[in-house]
């Protein structure tokens, strides 16, 4: 038994997604399955059972965001204190610039499965493997997009157990690093779109997001109803069954 290899394991990722495959990785907030091939992307889809309006998020770092994102210095700030400042994760949704060489790389067929009006959410600080592998993507000029590695409803895995057969038979790389770190929180990532302050989803985190918020920048975020109500933590969901 070793540590484990981030770096490495990180290649074989990146050499996966890049020649044309998917890949199934673990992050603090569960196993994501990616790929950038929007074909490889639309199979996911469907092994997932999703449904058409759902959107693939990038895989993304502090730099990458600061790169592709456009949003006003209010919300930088605030995202600069939960992502910088107290290292959390968190998805970001807001406009981007499409002719951002990694955004151009994706192609049209991957950008409309990918991005919702005009916006475009990207997931900061998941851990040092997908960190790791973003920075190997983003050197190459490449994107790497995905989504929660489950069926549609079933719920973020956070052991490669958990994750469902139809799942694994959609990759070509399963990376398994055992229990995700914000196991305990049961949910996917925290998604704010900051053309808004809309909180899409609560999820890992939520606690203390939404206390960094509340306290430095004077804006309360909604109360997070508990697993119990809204175990997907997706607040449009809520609302559209009120």
């Given at each position: 038994m070793s540590r484990r290899?981030?770096?490495?394991?990180a290649k074989r990722i990146f050499d996966t997604v890049s020649a044309g495959g998917a890949v199934i990785m673990p992050g603090d907030i569960g196993y994501a399955a990616g790929a950038m091939s929007g074909t490889r992307l639309q199979r996911l889809f469907e092994a997932k059972q999703r449904a058409p309006h759902k959107r693939n998020a990038m895989a993304g770092n502090y730099d990458l965001h600061r790169e592709v994102h456009e949003i006003g210095g209010r919300e930088r700030e605030i995202i600069d204190a939960i992502a910088l400042d107290a290292g959390l994760p968190l998805?970001?949704?807001a406009p981007f610039r499409a002719d951002h060489p990694v955004i151009a790389a994706a192609g049209g067929e991957t950008l409309t499965a990918s991005t919702v009006g005009g916006t475009l959410a990207m997931l900061l600080n998941n851990?040092?493997?997908p960190e790791e592998v973003v920075r190997l993507t983003h050197a190459a000029g490449l994107p790497l997009f995905g989504s929660s590695a489950n069926l549609t409803g079933t719920g973020t895995k956070f052991r490669v157990e958990d994750i469902q057969q139809p799942i694994i038979?959609?990759?070509d790389l399963v990376v398994d690093y055992g229990l995700c770190k914000y196991h305990?929180?049961?949910r996917s990532s925290t998604v704010i779109d900051f053309t808004t302050m809309e909180?899409?989803?609560i999820g890992s985190c939520y606690d203390l997001i939404s206390d960094i918020v509340d306290t430095q920048f004077g804006i309360k975020l909604p109360a997070d109803p508990g697993r119990d109500v809204l175990p997907s933590g997706h607040l449009r969901e809520q609302a559209a069954s009120a």
């Open positions: 290899d981030i770096k490495g394991d998805c970001v949704v851990g040092r493997l038979d959609a990759v305990h929180y049961r909180v899409v989803r």
